[in-house]
């Protein structure tokens, strides 16, 4: 891994602090928004957290797909945040123009209105949500595929769940609690901003070279793979399901409030923190032991 850039990388740590931290204040303020517009709250749950999701795994797709490699992924990166920014800022605005819009033209009750409520309000979070999916794929074209540079996407992704949750309690406890839903939403925007502008100046002094078609690695997945493709999708299919039914079980007890769903979201994070860590642990544990001889 080259040392030129290898010095630039624990400040892109910082940078995804920022970024998780702005995703989340955005996700406990569209929560807010949803319940105010969709009204009931495990639909405006059901509609956040599966837009959420997808909109992220559809910006990770279609980022090697639309955006060449020759562009400094750092700059991409930082264009990412300033648009981010931008639909945050809209989507504040977007969502209640919408909502009332809808109700205006049509009927106001009944489990169809309910469902169109939520589809025309999910239509206003994809775009954002599709530029978070993008962030972690941009930069880490920057990344060498090397043992040290892999590492450190490990280390992005703990610095990004760090800021992440450091994002839904600063929005449920601070935030929403002591200012309103468009000082949270123009937090997250500055914090969009600052970290956009820092990486802009960082890809003016940071090497990068883009790869050539002979140094990219490809090649079709084998059958196996199908597999483990769906087990990961059922993993993430009950791990979702399941924390819709928390938070409706823990509203139940403390109220459907943003102190409820802020806390569910941290505590969820910190297991997936905790998690990631300890399978990392057993790998490295794993790969020692196979280097010393004890597993075949």
């Given at each position: 891994?080259?040392?030129a ?6 400040a ?5 602090i ?6 989340l204040?955005?996700e ?5 928004l949803l319940q ?10 059901g509609?956040?957290?599966g837009?959420?999701?997808g909109?992220?795994?559809l910006g ?13 992924p750092l700059?991409?990166?930082?264009y ?5 920014g ?7 605005f977007a969502v209640?123009?919408v909502g009332d819009?809808y ?8 489990p ?13 979070l994809?775009?954002?949500?599709l ?6 794929p ?8 090397t043992?040290s ?8 992704y ?24 468009p ?8 914090l969009?901003v600052?970290v ?7 890809s ?17 997945a084998?059958s196996?793979?199908?597999?483990v ?6 993993s ?7 924390e ?11 109220g459907?409030t ?16 905790i998690g990631?860590t ?7 544990s794993?790969r ?5 001889g004890?597993?075949?």
């Open positions: 891994f080259r040392s850039t290898l010095r630039w990388l624990p892109l740590i910082l940078l995804f920022g970024s998780g931290c702005a995703a204040i955005y406990v303020v569209w929560f807010q105010l517009n969709i009204g009931s709250s495990a639909v405006s749950l509609v956040l957290l837009v959420y999701m909109g992220m795994c990770s797709l279609l980022l090697p797909r639309r955006i060449a490699a020759v562009h400094h700059k991409v990166y930082a990412l945040e300033l648009g981010i931008a639909f945050g800022l809209l989507v504040l209640p123009f819009l109700t205006s033209i049509a009927s106001s009750g009944g169809t209105s309910l469902i169109l409520r939520a589809v025309v309000a999910s239509i206003c994809i775009p954002p949500t530029l978070m999916g993008a962030t972690l941009a930069v880490a074209r920057w990344v060498q595929t043992p540079g892999v590492s450190w996407l490990g280390y992005f703990g610095g990004n769940l760090v800021g992440a949750v450091a994002g839904s309690l600063v929005a449920g406890y601070y935030l929403l609690r002591v200012y309103d839903m000082t949270a939403t123009y937090a997250a925007v500055a969009n600052v956009a502008l820092i990486a802009l100046a960082l003016k002094v940071a090497p990068y070279t883009p790869p050539t078609p002979t140094t990219e690695i490809g090649g079709k084998g196996g793979v199908t597999l493709y769906v087990a990961i999708a059922l993430g299919f009950t791990a979702l399901g399941g819709v039914v928390w938070t409706r079980l823990l509203s139940l007890l403390f459907g943003a102190y409820t769903f802020s806390l569910i979201l941290a505590v969820f994070l910190i297991g997936l923190g990631s300890i399978g990392s642990e057993d790998r490295k794993t020692l032991n196979s280097s010393h004890y597993i075949s």
